[in-house]
């Protein structure tokens, strides 16, 4: 039987349109990294990418260093609000930077869609070793009795201004009421050198970079900087719990990192990304993987996470007011 113009039309018109929405849920998702690949971030994103392979399809790690994140996290502001551009974000791009930077290209809150926070990673306050064993400093409050009794003859190096350990530096010295000099170097690297080489007494590391050198007794682990212990050092308290009576009840402080879409994401695409996402981070290979770089997974609501963002970046204005940090 032979169609008539018209339905051939139609049927054309329906199998473009079935080969277009075919083509759209093949499409990538694109997760932007905004810092260079190697270090936890880029790890982390790595692992949750295959982890959702299943659910989402194939979801491709971009990385877009620059501007200590800026650009990555713009780049993502900027796209289309159709579910195929994510960032990894973190503490400095939602929660720093827009403190740092006198001219930031994006709103922290009002250009993305939170969609789940994904891991925290403490930092540990530790000093040189041979150093605290000379002070006889063996815990927080041995350290925070010598920096008071001898102000200014303490330092403390971090990976340069505006830096999470510049600033876990500065908070700590506002809450003890100490006196200590703040030494900058150009990266975490630099400063992890000059605290094991003796030019600095202490610094606040990120755990996974500092437990090697705690476990072979060249650091000396003080205090967490979470407000719960670490369950990859158990042993070593907080620095709330440690520095409670001395001014430290409310210390809280952790690199963290979160998936975050465009600013109009649909309803039902934030759900389905939320979802993909937190149920990858209750994989037992995904905690595996993430115990290996100190990591704990934080899985939350949408919600919850965009009420973390605004807490944080409140508690980190008055953070980076007070150390005078500036990247621009």
Same mark, same amino acid.
């Given at each position: 039987?032979? @169609?008539?113009?018209?339905? @051939?039309?139609?049927? !054309? ?102 969609? =789940?926070? %994904?891991?925290?990673? +403490?930092?540990?306050? %530790? ?61 975490? !690297? ?47 308290? =907080? %620095? ?18 979160? @998936?975050?879409? +465009? ?45 973390? %963002? ?19």
């Amino acid at each position: 039987m032979k @169609l008539q113009r018209r339905e @051939l039309l139609s049927l !054309a018109l329906a199998a473009a349109t079935t080969d277009a929405a075919w083509a759209q849920a093949a499409r990538p998702i694109r997760l932007v990294v905004p810092y260079p690949p190697g270090g936890p971030l880029d790890s982390i994103a790595r692992v949750l990418a295959g982890a959702v392979k299943d659910s989402l399809g194939t979801v491709l790690v971009e990385n877009r260093p620059g501007a200590g994140g800026n650009l990555g996290a713009d780049l993502v502001a900027k796209a289309p609000p159709d579910g195929h551009s994510i960032v990894m974000g973190a503490v400095a791009t939602h929660a720093i930077n827009p403190w740092l930077y006198t001219k930031l290209p994006y709103d922290p809150q009002r250009d993305f869609t939170p969609l =789940t926070l %994904v891991a925290q990673v +403490p930092n540990v306050l %530790v000093m040189n070793a041979e150093t605290a064993a000379r002070l006889k400093i063996t815990s927080l409050p041995d350290l925070v009795a010598y920096a008071k009794a001898n102000p200014g003859r303490l330092n403390y190096g971090s990976g340069g201004n505006g830096s999470a350990g510049h600033l876990a530096g500065e908070m700590f010295k506002a809450q003890a009421g100490l006196f200590v000099v703040h030494i900058p170097y150009a990266g975490a !690297a630099p400063a992890q050198l000059a605290l094991l080489g003796g030019q600095v007494d202490f610094n606040f590391d990120n755990l996974a970079a500092a437990s090697a050198n705690v476990k072979a007794g060249k650091l000396k682990a003080l205090a967490v900087t979470t407000a719960k212990r670490s369950t990859a050092m158990p042993d070593v308290p =907080t %620095v709330a719990e440690a520095g409670a009576a001395l001014g430290l009840k409310a210390f809280d402080i952790s690199t963290w990192f979160g @998936l975050f879409g +465009p600013a109009g994401l649909a309803a039902e695409t934030t759900a389905k990304l939320n979802r993909a996402f937190v149920d990858a981070l209750g994989a037992p290979e995904v905690k595996a993987r993430f115990a290996t770089l100190m990591a704990e997974a934080a899985p939350t609501t949408p919600a919850q996470f965009g009420a973390f %963002v605004k807490a944080e970046l409140a508690k980190y204005e008055g953070v980076v007011k007070a150390s005078g940090a500036k990247a621009d």
